[in-house]
């Protein structure tokens, strides 16, 4: 494991944790829990495959597949799981999935005995450059995307690119609607980079933004946490609707291009910089206009409930100071560049 990279995450400058970068990593989870821990409670799905010894006694609580998934009704049984088997406060969680897991089962962890300690081991390219780290998580609603939920960070992250080897192409991709956001943040071109530099390369990107605003404090500005969720208004208003065959990544992807359009719509870039955009875009192969059939008032009306709007429809824009939080966006203009990118080629 000479490869192997560690990053570490010290959110709002408190305790820091490590993030393990490699193949085989995993065998490092023992030695990353918790000496007092006696049990851990290992939170998978039956359809990941990918199997970790936390080398202390353990059991295997299995959630469903899909979005569906991510709800307050398996927080709830994985709570009342877990009280049934005897887990203490003292004891752990490891969560060993996709961002399905990780978010449900970190926010299980933050509510069980009012916070128990979580370790991560993402299974896909998503997980690993983003839904792993900085310790969001939380459940969805039928009225969106992750509107319950608590900021809980791990104690450690294992991004073992073994898991990586199965990975179904379509998640693979899903990944890369994510990279694509960070090469926006900070104009670092990541393509070219073999894979755990790569990932390390967005792990520190987001460590960084996590070590300054770790909850998205609305006092920070316009440049806080939030900008995490660049292409991510749109992307959770298309995956709420949940009519489309969309991944994650794949709806950031559109909506990447969505936020430079509007971006552009509102005077703050050129037709250049949505240039750009598009170009990044179809260069990781992903998907940049709406998919066929999308209502642009009901997604106007969904983007409305983003965890972003406090102050009106609000996005995370590109402009003359880079990426920032712009709240106060006119409706009309928000609607006028769905149908645009629509009717894109």
Same mark, same amino acid.
Request: proline share 5%; with cysteine; charged share 25%.
């Given at each position: 494991?000479?490869?192997?990279?560690?990053?570490?995450?010290?959110?709002?400058?408190?305790?820091?944790?490590?993030?393990?970068?490699?193949?085989?990593?995993?065998?490092?989870?023992?030695?990353?829990?918790?000496?007092?821990?006696?049990?851990?409670?290992?939170?998978?799905?039956?359809?990941?495959?990918?199997?970790?010894?936390?080398?202390?006694?353990?059991?295997?609580?299995?959630?469903?597949?899909?979005?569906?998934?991510?709800?307050?009704?398996?927080?709830?049984?994985?709570?009342?799981?877990?009280?049934?088997?005897?887990?203490?406060?003292?004891?752990?969680?490891?969560?060993?999935?996709?961002?399905?897991?990780?978010?449900?089962?970190?926010?299980?962890?933050?509510?069980?005995?009012?916070?128990?300690?979580?370790?991560?081991?993402?299974?896909?390219?998503?997980?690993?450059?983003?839904?792993?780290?900085?310790?969001?998580?939380?459940?969805?609603?039928?009225?969106?995307?992750?509107?319950?939920?608590?900021?809980?960070?791990?104690?450690?992250?294992?991004?073992?690119?073994?898991?990586?080897?199965?990975?179904?192409?379509?998640?693979?991709?899903?990944?890369?609607?994510?990279?694509?956001?960070?090469?926006?943040?900070?104009?670092?071109?990541?393509?070219?980079?073999?894979?755990?530099?790569?990932?390390?390369?967005?792990?520190?990107?987001?460590?960084?933004?996590?070590?300054?605003?770790? !909850?998205? &404090? *609305?006092?920070? #500005?316009?440049?806080?946490?939030?900008? %995490?969720? /660049?292409?991510?208004? $749109? =992307?959770?208003? @298309?995956?709420?609707?949940? !009519?489309? &065959? *969309?991944?994650? #990544?794949?709806?950031?992807?559109?909506? %990447?291009? /969505?936020?430079?359009? $509007? =971006?552009?719509? @509102?005077?703050?870039?050129?037709?250049?910089?949505?240039?750009?955009?598009?170009?990044?875009?179809?260069?990781?192969?992903?998907?940049?206009? $709406?998919?066929?059939?999308?209502?642009?008032?009901?997604?106007?009306?969904?983007?409305?409930?983003?965890?972003?709007?406090?102050?009106?429809?609000?996005?995370?824009?590109?402009?003359?100071?880079?990426?920032?939080?712009?709240?106060?966006?006119?409706?009309?203009?928000?609607?006028?560049?769905?149908?645009?990118?629509?009717?894109?080629?």
């Amino acid at each position: 494991m000479t490869d192997d990279v560690v990053v570490e995450v010290r959110p709002g400058g408190g305790r820091a944790y490590p993030v393990v970068v490699g193949a085989g990593v995993r065998c490092r989870l023992p030695a990353l829990l918790d000496p007092a821990a006696r049990r851990v409670a290992v939170v998978t799905q039956a359809t990941i495959g990918f199997e970790v010894d936390p080398g202390r006694e353990h059991e295997v609580f299995a959630i469903g597949d899909g979005e569906a998934t991510k709800s307050l009704a398996t927080v709830e049984d994985l709570c009342r799981a877990w009280s049934r088997w005897g887990l203490t406060r003292a004891d752990q969680v490891v969560a060993v999935g996709g961002g399905v897991v990780t978010d449900t089962a970190g926010f299980a962890a933050a509510v069980y005995h009012r916070g128990v300690g979580v370790v991560h081991v993402p299974t896909t390219l998503l997980g690993m450059v983003d839904a792993a780290i900085g310790g969001k998580t939380g459940v969805n609603l039928p009225e969106g995307k992750n509107l319950v939920g608590a900021f809980w960070q791990p104690t450690a992250v294992l991004c073992d690119t073994d898991a990586l080897g199965t990975l179904p192409e379509r998640e693979r991709r899903s990944g890369l609607g994510e990279m694509a956001k960070y090469h926006f943040l900070t104009g670092e071109d990541l393509s070219a980079q073999p894979l755990v530099p790569r990932i390390a390369a967005c792990v520190r990107i987001k460590a960084a933004v996590v070590a300054a605003d770790e !909850r998205e &404090d *609305l006092s920070v #500005g316009t440049r806080g946490r939030a900008i %995490l969720n /660049y292409g991510h208004t $749109l =992307a959770h208003a @298309l995956e709420t609707a949940g !009519r489309y &065959d *969309l991944r994650h #990544g794949e709806a950031v992807a559109i909506g %990447l291009v /969505y936020a430079a359009e $509007l =971006a552009a719509e @509102l005077g703050r870039i050129d037709g250049a910089r949505v240039d750009q955009h598009r170009r990044v875009v179809d260069a990781y192969g992903l998907p940049s206009v $709406l998919p066929p059939g999308a209502d642009p008032d009901d997604l106007v009306t969904l983007m409305r409930r983003d965890k972003k709007a406090v102050h009106g429809l609000t996005f995370v824009l590109d402009g003359p100071e880079g990426i920032e939080v712009v709240p106060g966006v006119d409706p009309g203009a928000a609607r006028l560049v769905l149908d645009r990118i629509a009717g894109a080629a």
